[in-house]
């Protein structure tokens, strides 16, 4: 059958519709500020900015962010008090004297208070699921996890990290190590590695519970508990355990590992010297695994219809 003039027009109508309206998108993400830039670049920008819009809210009530990041810093430093009482009554923990201890403890302590103060917020993942409030960033073209990570961020987690810093800066001056440039330039390195490490925890943990939903303990079991794990010598634990923590989830590349080089220590398990060195490569290998595991369960997520 011939095509008519009214139903050729027709087309060309839709035709200019869709246009306008992918004009019209176009126009939307550039006042949004969102241009077509990279996705990875995108979720970094959003995720400054509703940082920003947290920190704002939280600072115009200071007196009150105040005392919440320091009953942060005080819950916290009581972990270290518990271990100072308890060279009170021995020399040595396992062979480690109090700064070896407390230097063990602030690198720990100071990774994860970063990687908490930036990517903990990924725990309330569960909830939204539960809920169903998880549809709204869905529909927002910002990705997801850069949104998670920032929702409802909590400066107040900054007294961790400041309590972490304290016992880190107590055991550099009272720790006896013979410093060199390469045990010098290992503690940075191990607190922003050991601070990877520990957000791809975080990250991997929240894709969990796509499917479990509720599983947030599971989570703090590897995060929390992993840090206090971290904050005691490796040989006061089973080898069972410190093979575990090795080669299964590597929590042993955030401070473990690298603080013994800087103590000049035997490893654990028989491990090679270089084996120090590897917390980078760990950390980009975690993050590469967890990234995959949140696709996948974003991927799986099946909204409650609510």
Not at 15 to 37: H, L
Not at 141 to 154: E, H, M, W, Y
Not at 157 to 182: E, H, K, M
Not at 230 to 246: C, D, I, M, N, S
Request: a neutral charge; hydrophobic letters at 50%.
């Amino acid at each position: 059958m011939a095509e008519t003039g009214a139903e050729r027009a027709g087309r060309a109508e839709t035709g200019a519709e869709r246009a306008g309206r992918a004009e019209a998108g176009a126009e939307w993400f550039e006042e949004a500020g969102f241009d077509r830039r990279s996705r990875a670049v995108e979720g970094v920008r959003a995720y400054a900015l509703i940082v920003a819009m947290w920190v704002r809210s939280t600072l115009a009530y200071r007196a009150s962010f105040v005392m919440t990041a320091a009953a942060n810093f005080m819950v916290t430093a009581f972990d270290f008090v518990t271990i100072m009482l308890m060279f009170t009554h021995v020399d040595a923990l396992a062979g480690y004297s109090l700064p070896e201890v407390a230097l063990l403890y602030g690198t720990s302590a100071t990774a994860f208070g970063l990687s908490d103060l930036l990517m903990g917020s990924v725990e309330r993942l569960g909830r939204r699921v539960r809920d169903g409030t998880l549809d709204t960033l869905l529909v927002r073209p910002v990705p997801v996890l850069a949104q998670i990570a920032a929702d409802r961020f909590a400066l107040r987690r900054v007294g961790r990290l400041t309590q972490g810093l304290v016992v880190l800066g107590y055991a550099l001056v009272s720790v006896d190590v013979d410093w060199t440039p390469l045990k010098v330039l290992m503690l940075p390195l191990m607190v922003l590695t050991g601070a990877a490490i520990f957000g791809a925890v975080f990250v991997a943990g929240a894709a969990f519970q796509f499917w479990a939903q509720d599983a947030s303990q599971v989570q703090h079991a590897f995060t929390y508990g992993g840090t206090t794990l971290l904050q005691y010598p490796p040989a006061v634990f089973a080898k069972e355990l410190v093979r575990g923590v090795t080669f299964v989830v590597p929590l042993a590349f955030v401070s473990w590992l690298p603080t013994l080089y800087v103590l000049d220590r035997d490893y654990p398990l028989g491990l090679p010297s270089w084996a120090a060195f590897l917390g980078p490569a760990v950390a980009c290998g975690c993050l590469v695994l967890a990234g995959l595991a949140w696709r996948t369960g974003l991927r799986s997520y099946r909204s409650t219809g609510s």
